[in-house]
């Protein structure tokens, strides 16, 4: 067993509680590193021996960012689809089309090196996790490859046959469902975890309330966790949807009536809000009210949904200074759901809190104290820990 | 003479012209660097032989982002202050009395090794050159011992001891505007390129307009550049003062009323109006309304104003995401802004533009094109091109 001490730490955030506004922080700690896996919290005078010593020089350790709502295997560029849209054009999901047909003609090698990189740079800003989805392939077969490159890079991988609906269906949206449900659902369930669908009736490319329903109930019958894009583009079904078939998550939350908030804060032991305040961001839409919700008791997670069209961005802390800008997060709040909230969206317990047991993600902040990731904004101080490198980088 | 020609540029954006909207980018193009200037522009195909060679394997290069509004001489943390303002506590510039006490404690060392990794840090987020105020000294020796620890790190140096009134001074402003213009301006003017003053009648501890006139008047007849704070808070005199001045740059221009857009458009050649986004997303102000302003034919130039109460944000690709989400500009237009439009609001011609006989401050971009600035938020894909690092970096 190879164990190493992490000392030096200025603030340890353990979000190790179920408060959003208490984050677990402790002082003059240290924790012990076990074959990848805490070993062992407490007062850095009280430290046991280790096989290996990393002094993070008073920086701050939080655990390491949850993106738990990402769009990463793709191939293309939308940049000009971007600057149209800043200067005024809406957004009605249908630039996906682009990024399909751009997708289906890349190598598995291209795929997989693009997915690679998108990781690594998350990596660079803080992220140890990320939830993958598929969506740009819209095949049988391009859906099936897409996830088995994904479960390459992470455990968290979503089949999303039902992003939307591909041009050759347009005229025979029955008939796209009868396929995501059968020979696609059959051939992704093998490397996914989780199924989710685009329901939004504002959009003539996603997917309706009763399409949903039936994609997803599809998806557990296979076995598969539920996962609904929901209430994006205008008020809609989706969020009741997602409770009434205890989704781990639904994601988006952009317009709530008051019948969706109250739904969400009653089964908030079982279905996460995710808000993208990226998305909101890069599409120039309303931001989720967050203050809302969490006066209301709902479980929220923050995510960047990193994708090609309406947010490219893999910045974790980005995400949270834009839900405290925008959103009405306190920072607490705001790092509790990138951390803690994401991984409940994943039904995981063993990431986004640093407890004994737990697995040792751990990121560092250049900075005094967290609530640098919202004082900071566009700085890249966070980053994930790699215990081998450390030593090398924090002497820099 | 050492030269070395960079190679492989996917897109060189020149700003080599005076449109806003248009930025000089060449395909195929190389650049051939001599002793630190550039020697020589034109296509790959045609590059003269040099010493050395640098593939940058398709990146983008773009001049360096000219930060031309900070204030990076400070010791001491206002994080708890920035979370009050984001819970709702409207800011009025009382809070950089907290960095004042904090600077004057701080050893030069201390100040210097705080203000050089802050440039560092902008180095790696693109920027290549920074204007540095003072303002937290606020004595006649602390003032100097600022300006003189900045320009240790750039030419760009400007007095600021018309921050705000300092406490000991709040029941004699006559007897503080007479320090200002005498002893502790004959005591930081062989350290500084310009002056400036923090006009703005909404805040009590700030400069009025007649204020602001003796003390930009005083500077002048010491040989110092103008540059003006104003229209920050509330409309006010600070723009049509800057303007009748001819300042070199007005910065923040947060209200304007008509008549101001009307001075600076007919002062376009001489007063560059500085938008700052960054404050107005941390401080929660509306946002400058840069495509008033362009259609009406001012000069923009767009800055951080790095600073620990208003943004501690040292990114200049966050500054331009969010002028182009939040303030009308198109890519083009904030990307001019960043380099050639605020090399003019510190009246340089030999940076903010790639132009053989300029400086050779290069800055690349991991993207296939300048938009990814705008269309990738938060994401670090901007460095400064170390020459000499330059090979190594880009192998990885």
């Given at each position: 067993?190879?164990?190493?001490?992490?000392?030096?730490?200025?603030?340890?955030?353990?979000?190790d509680g179920t408060?959003?506004?208490?984050?677990?922080?402790?002082?003059?700690?240290?924790?012990?590193?076990?074959?990848?896996?805490?070993?062992?919290?407490?007062?850095?005078?009280?430290?046991?021996?280790?096989?290996?010593?990393?002094?993070?020089?008073?920086?701050?350790?939080?655990?390491?960012?949850?993106?738990?709502?990402?769009?990463?295997?793709?191939?293309?560029?939308?940049?000009?689809?971007?600057?149209?849209?800043?200067?005024?054009?809406?957004?009605?999901?249908?630039?996906?089309?682009?990024?399909?047909?751009?997708?289906?003609?890349?190598?598995?090698?291209?795929?997989?090196?693009?997915?690679?990189?998108?990781?690594?740079?998350?990596?660079?800003?803080?992220?140890?996790?990320?939830?993958?989805?598929?969506?740009?392939?819209?095949?049988?077969?391009d859906e099936a490859?897409?996830?088995?490159?994904?479960?390459?890079?992470?455990?968290?991988?979503?089949?999303?046959?039902?992003?939307?609906?591909?041009?050759?269906?347009?005229?025979?949206?029955?008939?796209?469902?009868?396929?995501?449900?059968?020979?696609?659902?059959?051939?992704?369930?093998?490397?996914?975890?989780?199924?989710?669908?685009?329901?939004?009736?504002?959009?003539?490319?996603?997917?309706?309330?009763?399409?949903?329903?039936?994609?997803?109930?599809?998806?557990?019958?296979?076995?598969?966790?539920?996962?609904?894009?929901?209430?994006?583009?205008?008020?809609?079904?989706?969020?009741?949807?997602?409770?009434?078939?205890?989704?781990?998550?639904?994601?988006?939350?952009?317009?709530?009536?008051?019948?969706?908030?109250?739904?969400?804060?009653?089964?908030?032991?079982?279905?996460?809000?995710?808000?993208?305040?990226?998305?909101?961001?890069?599409?120039?839409?309303?931001?989720?009210?967050?203050?809302?919700?969490?006066?209301?008791?709902?479980?929220?997670?923050?995510?960047?949904?990193?994708n090609p069209g309406?947010?490219?961005?893999?910045?974790?802390?980005?995400?949270?200074?834009?839900?405290?800008?925008?959103?009405?997060?306190?920072?607490?709040?705001?790092?509790?759901?990138?951390?803690?909230?994401?991984?409940?969206?994943?039904?995981?317990?063993?990431?986004?809190?640093?407890?004994?047991?737990?697995?040792?993600?751990?990121?560092?902040?250049?900075?005094?104290?967290?609530?640098?990731?919202?004082?900071?904004?566009?700085?890249?101080?966070?980053?994930?820990?790699?215990?081998?490198?450390?030593?090398?980088?924090?002497?820099?």
């Open positions: 067993m190879n164990s190493t001490v992490v000392t030096g730490i200025g603030e340890l955030v353990t979000c408060d959003p506004d208490l984050l677990g922080i402790r002082s003059n700690a240290a924790l012990v590193v076990e074959d990848g896996m805490i070993g062992w919290i407490g007062l850095a005078a009280d430290a046991p021996a280790a096989d290996t010593r990393i002094d993070v020089a008073g920086r701050v350790i939080i655990p390491g960012f949850v993106d738990s709502h990402s769009h990463l295997v793709f191939a293309g560029d939308r940049s000009a689809e971007f600057v149209a849209r800043m200067t005024g054009q809406p957004y009605d999901g249908g630039g996906i089309g682009v990024t399909v047909a751009s997708t289906r003609t890349a190598t598995d090698d291209e795929l997989a090196r693009l997915l690679g990189s998108r990781i690594d740079e998350m990596r660079a800003l803080g992220t140890t996790t990320v939830e993958i989805k598929s969506g740009y392939g819209l095949t049988v077969a490859r897409a996830l088995q490159i994904a479960r390459q890079f992470s455990t968290e991988t979503t089949f999303l046959g039902a992003h939307v609906i591909p041009a050759e269906y347009l005229h025979d949206r029955p008939g796209y469902v009868d396929l995501v449900t059968g020979p696609m659902l059959q051939a992704a369930a093998p490397y996914a975890r989780w199924i989710d669908v685009f329901c939004e009736p504002h959009s003539p490319h996603a997917f309706g309330a009763d399409e949903a329903r039936q994609i997803l109930k599809a998806g557990a019958a296979a076995g598969l966790g539920l996962r609904v894009h929901a209430n994006q583009l205008g008020p809609g079904p989706g969020v009741q949807l997602a409770v009434e078939l205890g989704a781990a998550s639904v994601d988006h939350c952009t317009y709530l009536e008051d019948a969706d908030v109250d739904a969400l804060a009653a089964a908030a032991e079982t279905t996460v809000a995710t808000l993208l305040p990226g998305v909101e961001f890069c599409t120039r839409s309303p931001y989720s009210d967050a203050a809302r919700l969490l006066a209301a008791g709902v479980s929220l997670a923050l995510a960047t949904d990193c309406t947010c490219y961005s893999s910045s974790m802390p980005w995400v949270i200074s834009l839900a405290v800008r925008e959103m009405g997060f306190t920072p607490a709040q705001a790092l509790f759901a990138a951390t803690a909230g994401s991984a409940k969206s994943l039904r995981r317990t063993d990431i986004g809190r640093l407890v004994p047991g737990n697995r040792a993600d751990l990121t560092v902040l250049d900075a005094p104290s967290y609530l640098h990731l919202a004082y900071r904004p566009g700085v890249p101080i966070a980053r994930a820990l790699s215990l081998t490198a450390a030593a090398e980088m924090l002497a820099e």
